[in-house]
Structures are given as C-alpha cells and as structure tokens.
C-alpha cells in the first residue's frame, strides 16, 4: 500500500473524472434542454401553458375567449413573468394537452395532476410542489413539462420551492 490517504481508483471512476473533464471544458450547462425550450421561452416572451380544468388548481374561463384561473395558473403566470414572458393558455383535456406536449408545442401542463399521474410515461413531472387531502388520502401535486428539456424542468421546480416556503 502507498502514502496515507493515498487510494487506487478504478476504470470507472477515472471514465468518469475525464467524462466531467470534457464536459467542463466544452462549457456545457446542466441541466440542459435539446430542445432549448427555456431559452425559446426566454427569447419569444411567450410560455405556452396547456390548462385542464380541475378547480380550485384550475379553472375554465368564465366567458368564451376569457383566460382560465385557479391557483395553477397564477402559479404558472408568475413564473412566466419571472422568465421576461406571457402565459399563453390552451384550455382542453388531459389527453389532449398531453400530446401537445409530445409534440413540442405546449412547453408546461396544469391541472391539478398528481405525482402519481398516468402521464408520468409519456411527461416529465415536477417534484410535488402541494399536499391536499382528497377522499381520505393524501395527494401530492405536480405539473408537467416536456420531457427531457430538463433545464425548464428544474427552474419550474426552483421556482416552485421558493413559492411554497
């Protein structure tokens, strides 16, 4: 054995001492999104936000061309003001809004999902931002985001910690 305090590392951990190397060097921000949606966000001033109804999280518009309410949606609205953008609101059914998603064309979902969402295959959830207590059982909230554009994943989620302290 050599010097105290001195340790054989293996394979894996010198792949992956070069692996953080290299992305250091490259100056690659993580998290990231392939499809630079935060940046698109940032850079369009517009948040594409799809509402499915579930009050009080969310609510229909009173009026036909009206904009959705309930606590989802000022959540959602606050957090586009802090990114320099609008929330632009599309009002349809889980299912719906869940293959805009997909699709690249909604960038967050609300609706009073929760953490055990059947979505959660298809979305990526944020980590639970509320607790309610629904038929006797405890239900954690979340919303959702495209999946795989991890950097708007994590800001929502950072955003979402500092609402609820």
């Given at each position: 054995?050599?010097?105290?305090?001195?340790r054989?590392?293996?394979p894996?951990?010198?792949?992956?001492?070069?692996?953080?190397?290299?992305v250091?060097?490259?100056g690659?921000?993580?998290p990231t999104?392939?499809?630079?949606?935060l940046a698109q966000?940032?850079a369009?001033g517009?948040?594409?936000?799809?509402?499915?109804p579930h009050?009080p999280?969310?609510t229909?518009?009173?009026?036909?061309?009206g904009?959705?309410?309930?606590?989802?949606?000022v959540?959602v609205r606050?957090?586009?003001?802090?990114?320099?953008?609008?929330a632009?609101?599309?009002?349809?059914g889980?299912e719906?809004?869940?293959?805009?998603?997909?699709r690249?064309?909604l960038d967050?979902m609300?609706?009073?999902l929760?953490?055990r969402s059947p979505?959660?295959t298809?979305?990526?959830?944020?980590r639970?931002y509320t607790r309610?207590?629904?038929?006797?059982?405890?239900?954690?909230h979340?919303?959702?985001v495209?999946?795989g554009?991890n950097a708007?994943?994590?800001?929502?989620?950072?955003?979402l910690d500092?609402e609820?302290?």
């Amino acid at each position: 054995m050599g010097a105290v305090g001195h340790r054989r590392r293996g394979p894996s951990a010198v792949v992956a001492m070069l692996a953080s190397t290299v992305v250091a060097g490259c100056g690659l921000q993580i998290p990231t999104d392939p499809d630079r949606t935060l940046a698109q966000v940032r850079a369009t001033g517009e948040l594409r936000v799809g509402v499915s109804p579930h009050p009080p999280f969310t609510t229909l518009p009173p009026a036909p061309g009206g904009e959705p309410g309930g606590d989802e949606v000022v959540l959602v609205r606050r957090f586009a003001e802090e990114q320099g953008a609008e929330a632009l609101f599309v009002v349809d059914g889980e299912e719906a809004l869940v293959t805009l998603l997909e699709r690249g064309e909604l960038d967050v979902m609300v609706g009073g999902l929760s953490s055990r969402s059947p979505w959660s295959t298809k979305v990526a959830l944020t980590r639970p931002y509320t607790r309610t207590q629904e038929e006797g059982r405890t239900v954690k909230h979340v919303m959702a985001v495209v999946r795989g554009e991890n950097a708007l994943l994590s800001e929502l989620e950072r955003f979402l910690d500092e609402e609820s302290s």
